[in-house]
């Protein structure tokens, strides 16, 4: 069975620190993992990634995938209270219809 | 363009009543999921639909129906509301071939 695990579950830090948020994986015939923002509503897209050792990145954000060790960090420097959310890791397998396995996210707390 | 719509936002039910949730976008995206999340858990799919007429079982579809008659729309039944479903209910789309989901803004749904 596709397997996604996210850690920690829950982190609470003070603005201007610089977060490392973490994903492995298990799933048949990786294809994509995708991480999203969650604030008040609905998931927001942040990032894919398909090739190892690639970095992606958008402003303060920054995310790479290690294929070999199956596991993507999300980095967040110099943290503001907007980046208050739940950040979710996503991963695609070969099952079909472009289906999405989800982790149980990580809380992520920006306190002033 | 809307995006991805979804009615009602909230809704509150008794055991064994029924409800369908509505969910519908305007992107002509080939691909609809419904996902349910259920406080500090990740997304976990319940139906998906490739296309107007075809459908199937995600992750956890016991106690729901879905039916996909047009590209546009993709409704979520609820047969014989059960406490265990309760939860927030979200509907995502995707293009063929895109692993990206975008996903509507929630139902929030509480059964009592």
């Known amino acids: 069975e596709d397997k996604v695990v996210q850690s920690p579950l829950s982190l609470v830090v003070h603005e201007g620190d610089t977060v490392t948020l973490n994903c492995s994986y298990e799933v048949t015939n990786f294809r994509s993992l995708l991480w999203y923002k969650q604030e008040k509503k609905a998931p927001t897209f942040l990032f894919m990634l398909?090739?190892?050792?690639i970095e992606k990145k958008s402003g303060r954000l920054s995310s790479i995938l290690d294929k070999k060790e199956l596991f993507s960090i999300l980095n967040i420097t110099a943290t503001q209270t907007g980046d208050s959310a739940i950040y979710l890791c996503a991963v695609a397998g070969a099952k079909g219809a472009q289906k999405l396995v989800f982790g149980q996210g990580t809380r992520l707390t920006i306190n002033p | 363009n809307a995006g991805v719509t979804q009615t009602p936002k909230f809704r509150i039910l008794k055991i064994g009543q029924s409800m369908t949730l509505q969910c519908a976008q305007d992107?002509?995206?080939?691909?609809m999921y419904w996902y349910r999340q259920d406080p500090g858990m990740g997304l976990k799919l319940i139906y998906y639909?490739?296309?107007?007429?075809?459908?199937d079982k995600g992750e956890v579809p016991n106690g729901y129906n879905v039916s996909r008659s047009t590209t546009e729309d993709f409704p979520l039944r609820l047969e014989l509301a059960a406490p265990s479903q309760t939860s927030v209910y979200f509907c995502?789309?995707?293009?063929?071939?895109?692993?990206?989901?975008?996903f509507g803004p929630g139902t929030r749904l509480t059964v009592t």
């Open positions: 992107m002509n995206h080939n691909y």
């Open positions: 398909t090739s190892s050792g």
């Open positions: 995502a789309s995707s293009y063929y071939g895109e692993y990206e989901q975008y």
């Open positions: 639909s490739v296309g107007a007429g075809i459908t």
